[in-house]
């Protein structure tokens, strides 16, 4: 394995090369700015849901949502969903949880209704996740999961949807185990390259076709970049 593709030099989250003065972070500098807007977002996002709730609603918040004529859903189910338990809110409890965990504080305390918990939890967050991207080694998968939460949120909200299209599993192996990736590969039809989010190899436009004989079992040497 190449001093590249070590995971140490690695953002835990995009993952992209670490700069020189991101060595030993498990997340890079991007990263960490892109997850503070997201949870900046979140009440925000979250209060605006609410418009979203009722069946039908024709604004930018997720557009017309589809129902029977004879048995209408009394709410649209997505914002519900993120609104509701399970949604936005606990995750983000749940992630403040596993920091103060982490940092030996005390147990997560008893803010009131969800907006309330909304607005402390995420002040939490934003202000532990210059620490969190800096010496807590398993940020990426709380990072992936507040990004998952605003994707969602602003589909619904914003009507932005993610418009890469799945093509299959990186067929990428460690040289030293030998072990395939299995990271799905997903691509924007206007991207110049794919890269895997999970090992970091990368395939420009041109080898793309080449990059689908190699799922369907081709021997990957001749396709990554």
Known sequence: MSTEQEPAYRCTHCPRLLHANELGRPACHVCEDRAVEQVQAFPTLYRQLEAALRPGSNSSAGGRVATSRSAPLPVALQPLSLRGPGGIVSMLLGIEERWRGALGWAPLPERGGYEISLAGTAGVIVNNLPWACSDYPYVGP????????????????????????????????????????????????????????????KWDRDAWLRLGAAIRGLPITAVAA
Do not use: F
């Open 142 to 201: 709380d990072l992936k999961l507040i990004s998952s939460l605003h994707q969602q949120a602003d589909a619904v909200v914003n009507g932005v949807r993610d418009q890469r299209v799945p093509i299959g599993y990186c067929p990428a192996t460690d040289e030293e185990t030998g072990a395939a990736c299995g990271e799905k590969l997903k691509v924007s039809p206007w991207a110049l390259n794919i890269r895997c989010t999970g090992c970091g190899a």
